[in-house]
């Protein structure tokens, strides 16, 4: 298991070092870093859907909870709070 | 000295989040890993996604090299990001460039999109990602010890953790601009469409729909500048 766990390491530590070779003085064009830009928000939506489905276990739990978990977000409660209460509400509907 | 302290509650806002998700993963743990191993890979890995992803496939008694292998595709999104990370600290030395891309994770790069220009160097993405990397890795072993005295109903509902975490961090986004919004939908239609078409392998998924769909953000990018 160790054996197991330092080998995800090495698995994930090389794409998240790698772009430090790259980088240094080079100058990059305006759209890559546009781009770059739009990553996270993609990144985001990709995470979330389909895996919401099977987070819980049924689809429409998983649903609800993340409906939940934005109608929090959207009165802009913080992220500690957003996360715990959407926990507790997929509680009581299971 | 603002700038730190700015920086200091942007890792604990970051940390929090982390703090449900991390228990969740810890308590997931409990059955699979010891507590040194659940320490170790927190500490270790720092992904909660890869981490859950890990749990997922030990169970379902997955072999050693699939693991390491779905591991790996899944972070390669992680490529991209500190690429964007890297190129804020382009100024900085390459060995502080290593120290913070080691730490880049999805919640850490979303909040990298709001800090400020003069706030985009080593020392403040150091405090951030670090008060970050510190409750990830106290709050699983927490999780661990904690999940000996919780109902399997409380197991269970912490699976919804890293999604709320998620959706906390895109709507302040798209309350920015709807042009995030169309960006990480898309994303959301690409990757089911991926997944469902059974053909690319699940991590390979991930990384096509996030680009593609952020390459629909430059069109819109685009569009936008001519009218």
Avoid: C
Avoid at chain 1, 25 to 43: C, H, R, S, V
Avoid at chain 1, 63 to 74: D, E, P, S
Avoid at chain 2, 61 to 79: D, K, M, P, Q
Avoid at chain 2, 110 to 129: G, M
């Amino acid at each position: 298991m160790i054996m197991l766990i330092f080998a995800l390491f090495l698995a994930t530590i090389i794409t998240r070092i790698l772009p430090a070779f790259f980088v240094g003085g080079l100058q990059f064009p305006q759209w890559l870093i546009t781009l770059l830009n739009y990553i996270p928000y993609a990144a985001l939506g990709v995470l979330i859907f389909p895996g919401l489905l099977t987070a819980v276990e049924t689809p429409v739990q998983g649903i609800l909870g993340g409906l939940f978990a934005m109608i929090l977000a959207i009165f802009r409660v913080p992220l500690f709070f957003v996360v715990f209460g959407t926990i507790i509400f997929v509680y009581f509907l299971i | 000295m603002n700038t730190y302290r700015k920086s200091l509650l942007d890792g604990l806002t970051i940390g929090l989040g982390y703090l449900p998700v991390a228990v969740a993963f810890g308590i997931t743990a409990k059955p699979l890993l010891t507590a040194f191993e659940t320490f170790l890979m927190s500490f270790m890995v720092f992904g909660g996604a890869s981490q859950f992803l890990a749990l997922q496939m030990l169970s379902a008694s997955s072999s050693a090299a699939a693991i390491i292998i779905a591991v790996f595709v899944l972070n390669s999104r992680h490529f991209v990001m500190s690429f964007k990370i890297n190129y804020d600290l382009k100024d900085e030395s390459l060995l502080k460039k290593l120290l913070i891309s080691s730490y880049v994770t999805d919640e850490s790069f979303a909040l990298s999109a709001n800090v400020e220009n003069e706030r985009k160097n080593f020392i403040n993405y150091f405090i951030i990602f670090i008060t970050a990397y510190i409750f990830w890795v106290v709050f699983s072993v927490v999780g661990y010890m904690a999940g000996e005295i919780m109902s399997e109903e409380w197991v269970t509902a912490s699976g919804i953790a890293l999604y709320a975490l998620f959706i906390a961090l895109l709507v302040p986004a798209i309350r920015t601009h709807h042009k995030y919004l169309i960006v990480a939908v898309l994303g959301m239609i690409l990757h089911f469409i991926f997944i469902e078409i059974n053909f690319i392998p699940s991590g390979l998924a991930i990384i096509l729909a996030m680009v593609l769909s952020a390459m629909f953000g430059l069109v819109l990018e685009k569009r936008s500048d001519k009218v």
